[in-house]
């Protein structure tokens, strides 16, 4: 079969390449363009269509476009094409040849049709996303950056095992529904995990993402956690553990944000917040639950990245991103202000926004399927995600006490990405029908039936007033300058430990014990045997070899005497010889 357009991912790939050699207004028009070109190719993309290769005696599909793969393809197109217009004013040159081989990765990953192809595109974006941490510029970058990698590795070695395993059990490297059903899909399910913060797994995004530049963390939030969201929507609807694993990622990472001073971490968290409902609605499995996991995909990329870009014009114009250190920036950054609240109301489900739209659907999955308990999570963090990202967020940023700085607005290019995102976050919420009909499966879905809307009104109102009387009774955790510990202190704290029993104990070991055993054991017979053997060599060989050349020499020197330099004397030694010769010949004829 022959391709009648190009790969999504070949032209990240290829504009990555030339990205390395240009430089000024050439890079930033660059970066423009290639996303503007996969855009366009991503509207003509053609559905069922699989592109298979037989490569290395593997039956390979780097290319499948079905209705599902296609989603996550427009939405990745689409903030590419935003997250360049965002961050068309930086000059680092590092950071949008990493931003557009992540972008690459990322549309390699989802129009994967086999794990091999999967895989590598799944490993390149772990080296790309890594290296945009690494360069991010701030005082933890590259330390987080490290640990980043380490966790991404660990994962791709889950990921890689459990597809070594497949293999060998079914002799296919087929990318499709596998279920949790054994061991490969257990390591494969671990792999996937990692990478969409699964409880306990989850603190390296709050550690690495808020290292990144202002411009970085927009594309991290954009690709990392949905590519793995995208694997796990293709490989394990309906696993039941998936419910149970996000109702949890929607619970836990509130407490952490409300406690949380930096503004980035907090969004971080509530990321995490998000992707549990995600996680929710792969687990339940039906149409609806997982028509509202890709539409919540699609809705989320646009506002997250709508409020990291926020955070990051405030970032990059006051040089400050702790809530201690803001406040009283709706003077001077109306614009980013504005936009920043239509990104809070989209993440707390406020109609007329794309998250209401997007996030009921998982929601009233879970009550159609029973699920009371999860049903009742998901309530109470669609309330907590209000709580610390539509009402904290905007507040400590812009309002709450005045920090006296007071800074330009955001440069236009920036205004422009995030007035394009919030436009489309209001779109969606206005009108769902356009991304509803583009969902894998048939939508029957009502967002704004009058009880959906009370519940969601009545919902964000007793949010608001909780939070208005906590901060009025000064019940309201204070924004301080400290460090919140997470999940990864007890992995520090191993680690720590093992380094302890490495030196203290491991290497007292192999000195006093091992050493001492090798030597006992070992290096003295050895030394014993080379002894002897040196002894042998000294005294018989070099002694027999020493005496042949000594009688040699002797007898050398005795016939150096018959040498005298005369004919004569060789003459008569001559006749000498032929006398004694002829007198052995007669005496042995004689004898016969």
């Not at 970066?31 to 996969?38: E, F, G, Q, R, T």
């Not at 640990?147 to 070695?157: E, F, K, P, S």
């Not at 394990?236 to 553990?241: Q, R």
Request: net charge positive; aromatic share 16%.
């Amino acid at each position: 079969m022959t391709i009648s357009f190009i790969p999504p991912f070949l032209i990240f790939l290829i504009g990555s390449f030339f990205a390395l050699f240009l430089r000024g207004k050439v890079l930033k028009w660059w970066i423009i363009i290639v996303p503007a070109v996969a855009l366009f190719n991503a509207f003509i993309l053609p559905k069922g269509f699989v592109y298979n290769i037989h490569f290395i005696g593997l039956d390979l599909a780097p290319v499948r476009i079905d209705q599902l793969s296609y989603v996550f393809g427009l939405i990745f197109c689409i903030i590419s094409l935003l997250n360049s217009i965002y961050a068309y004013g930086l000059d680092d040159y590092r950071h949008h040849v990493a931003a557009l081989l992540t972008e690459a990765a990322a549309l390699g990953v989802v129009f994967a049709g086999d794990y091999f192809s999967l895989f590598f595109f799944w490993e390149i974006k772990a080296l790309s996303t890594s290296y945009l941490v690494a360069i991010g510029g701030r005082e933890d970058s590259l330390k987080a950056s490290f640990r980043y990698l380490l966790m991404h590795v660990t994962g791709g070695v889950f990921l890689l095992g459990g597809i070594l395993l497949h293999f060998h059990q079914t002799g296919s490297i087929a990318f499709n529904y596998l279920g949790l059903t054994n061991l490969a899909s257990l390591l494969i399910l671990i792999g996937f995990g990692i990478n969409a913060v699964f409880p306990l797994l989850h603190t390296w995004l709050p550690d690495a993402y808020p290292q990144a530049s202002y411009a970085g963390t927009v594309v991290l939030s954009a690709f990392t956690t949905k590519s793995a969201v995208y694997t796990l929507a293709r490989a394990f609807p309906g696993t039941e553990i998936l419910i149970i694993a996000g109702v949890i990622m929607t619970a836990f990472p509130i407490f952490f944000a409300v406690i949380e001073n930096d503004m980035r971490k907090v969004l971080s968290y509530s990321l995490i917040n998000q992707v549990g409902f995600m996680v929710t609605g792969i687990g339940i499995g039906t149409e609806l639950s997982l028509n509202g996991t890709v539409a919540h995909a699609f809705a989320h990329i646009l506002y997250k990245a709508l409020l990291f870009m926020s955070m990051g014009a405030v970032l990059k114009q006051t040089g400050k991103i702790k809530a201690t250190e803001l406040g009283g920036l709706f003077r001077t950054m109306p614009w980013t202000l504005t936009f920043c609240i239509v990104g809070a109301a989209s993440i707390s489900g406020v109609p007329l926004t794309s998250g209401f739209v997007s996030k009921s659907m998982i929601v009233a999955a879970s009550a159609h399927q029973g699920l009371t308990i999860a049903w009742f999570l998901l309530l109470f963090a669609s309330a907590g995600v209000f709580h610390h990202s539509g009402i904290k967020i905007p507040f400590f940023a812009f309002f709450s006490h005045d920090s006296g700085l007071r800074p330009k607005e955001a440069p236009f290019h920036m205004l422009l990405a995030m007035g394009i995102a919030a436009f489309l976050c209001i779109a969606i919420g206005v009108y769902p029908w356009a991304l509803y009909s583009i969902l894998p499966y048939p939508v029957h879905y009502i967002p704004y039936a009058p009880n959906h809307v009370m519940e969601m009104v009545e919902l964000l109102g007793f949010s608001a007033l909780a939070f208005t009387l906590l901060m009025l009774s000064g019940i309201y955790p204070p924004e301080m300058r400290a460090i919140n510990l997470d999940f990864d202190w007890f992995y520090r704290r191993g680690l720590q430990l093992f380094m302890y029993i490495d030196r203290k104990v491991l290497v007292e070991f192999e000195d006093r014990i091992v050493n001492t055993a090798y030597e006992w054991l070992f290096l003295n017979p050895m030394m014993a045997f080379a002894k002897f053997f040196k002894g042998v060599d000294t005294y018989v060989v070099d002694g027999t070899v020493n005496g042949s050349a000594r009688s040699t020499y002797s007898v050398s020197k005795t016939l150096r005497k018959l040498q005298t330099g005369n004919l004569q004397d060789y003459m008569i030694l001559f006749v000498i010889g032929i006398l004694i010769l002829a007198c052995v010949i007669i005496l042995l004829r004689g004898g016969i």
